[in-house]
């Protein structure tokens, strides 16, 4: 059976070759054939366009080409393992965090014996 696209593609070559056949043998403008042409070509792609929506049964084609509970099956799968690598950022932030403050800490701790030291030197 024939998509719609191939369709669409028949029918829009035709309109173009049918406009340029009626474009050439009725005007002599360059200007005039080429309107023309593009008009006629128009018309034929916007037809076969109403005709493939009314005419062909395009929710047959979204089931076979569209299989929704494989779709599903990987979106599923995905949002696993996005929320594995969450909690595993999650764990290596707060492990960062605690690293950071325990650097703070004991920058603290060194200025501030440092401190006291130099003000028993100075004394």
């Known amino acids: 059976m ?3 696209e ?3 593609y028949f029918f829009t070559v035709c309109g173009f ?3 340029l056949i009626f474009s050439i043998l009725n005007f002599s403008a360059p200007f ?3 309107i023309y042409c ?3 070509t128009l018309f034929f792609y916007l037809f076969i ?3 493939a929506i009314n005419f062909i ?5 979204s089931k076979a080409i569209f299989n929704k509970k494989e779709h599903e099956e990987i979106s599923d799968y995905f949002i696993r393992e996005l929320d594995v690598r969450e909690n595993r950022l999650d764990s290596m932030l707060l492990d960062l965090e605690k690293i950071d403050r325990e650097y703070k800490s004991k920058i ?4 501030a014996s440092e401190g006291i030291d130099e003000y028993k030197k100075a004394a």
């Open 2 to 4: 024939l998509q719609a």
């Open 6 to 8: 191939n369709f669409i």
């Open 17 to 19: 070759f049918i406009g």
């Open 32 to 34: 005039d054939i080429l």
């Open 38 to 40: 593009a008009g006629i």
């Open 49 to 51: 366009h109403v005709v």
């Open 57 to 61: 049964d395009f929710s047959t084609f």
């Open 108 to 111: 603290y701790l060194n200025s």
